[in-house]
């Protein structure tokens, strides 16, 4: 399993491409509807770009990295051929999404990261969490992801969808965090920067702990009702960040008297 064609143009494709570009493994083409980011990330890993499905280069495995609603009709709208690989890499989507196809292997490949246009990740430390319904790809597709990362898991769709719910908790919400403490800071007229060293000691004492759940800090944990009913007058205004703020803190406080 040596060549590969991904299919998509967005951050997760840019990422990949760059990975497979770098691992030795040899990147034939890029397919992408969108013909300015397309040839943007074949460039960035010096490969062809097409759009047209007649195109489609051969390969030994298609990397699907397009929106999650968009996986099935990607799989079954391009002329795969005969014998290769066909692996999405949505961590929410099951891989019955893919058209179970005779002459084809389906399988998964989801990387558990965030991704940003023009930024670039080291793919070996990403975990990468695989699966199949072939036992006999298993090896090679284990092997195959290997080239690229140093943690491999094996996983079906209801342990994948958990890591992506574990995931969205853990980047996505915290990122919207920063966004509404960088709001609120700012209508005290204090920049962003104020908390970055904040962020950065949580962070830092969250990946030290046996668990994060060891290293809470703050009023809800300590169960501070005082401070917690003047930051509420606070949020008079937002009743919704006002109702956000107390679902949290008693979360807090409930997690905390268990441990």
């Given amino acids: 399993m040596e060549r590969v064609v991904i299919i998509g143009s967005?951050?997760?494709?840019?990422?990949?491409?760059?990975?497979?570009?770098?691992?030795?493994?040899?990147?034939?083409?890029?397919?992408?509807?969108?013909?300015?980011?397309?040839?943007?990330?074949?460039?960035?890993?010096?490969?062809?770009?097409?759009?047209d499905p007649a195109g489609l280069a051969e390969a030994d495995i298609y990397l699907i990295a397009v929106s999650d609603r968009a996986v099935a009709e990607a799989a079954a709208s391009l002329p795969i051929p005969a014998g290769a690989v066909v692996a999405h890499t949505a961590g929410s989507v099951p891989l019955e999404a893919l058209p179970d196809r005779p002459t084809t292997h389906r399988a998964v490949f989801y990387p558990l990261q965030t991704f940003t246009k023009g930024r670039e990740v080291d793919f070996s430390q990403i975990p990468v969490f695989l699966e199949t319904d072939d036992e006999t790809l298993r090896p090679e597709l284990e092997a195959f992801a290997r080239r690229l990362s140093r943690t491999v898991i094996w996983a079906d769709s209801a342990c994948r969808a958990k890591a992506h719910l574990a995931a969205v908790f853990a980047c996505n919400f915290v990122n919207h965090m920063y966004a509404v403490a960088e709001r609120i800071a700012g209508s005290?007229?204090?920049?962003?920067?104020?908390?970055?060293?904040?962020?950065?000691?949580?962070?830092?004492?969250?990946?030290?702990?046996?668990?994060?759940?060891?290293?809470?800090?703050?009023?809800?944990?300590?169960?501070?009702?005082?401070?917690?009913?003047?930051?509420?007058?606070?949020?008079?205004?937002?009743?919704?960040?006002?109702n956000i703020y107390s679902i949290i803190s008693n979360s807090i406080w409930e997690t905390s008297k268990k441990i």
């Fill in 188 to 242: 005290a007229g204090l920049p962003f920067d104020v908390l970055k060293p904040l962020i950065a000691q949580t962070a830092a004492k969250a990946l030290d702990a046996a668990s994060p759940a060891d290293v809470q800090t703050g009023p809800a944990v300590r169960n501070d009702t005082g401070t917690r009913a003047r930051h509420c007058a606070l949020l008079d205004d937002d009743l919704q960040l006002k």
């Fill in 10 to 51: 967005g951050n997760l494709a840019e990422a990949l491409a760059r990975a497979v570009a770098r691992s030795g493994l040899k990147l034939v083409q890029i397919f992408a509807r969108n013909a300015r980011r397309g040839e943007a990330v074949a460039a960035l890993a010096g490969t062809q770009w097409t759009s």
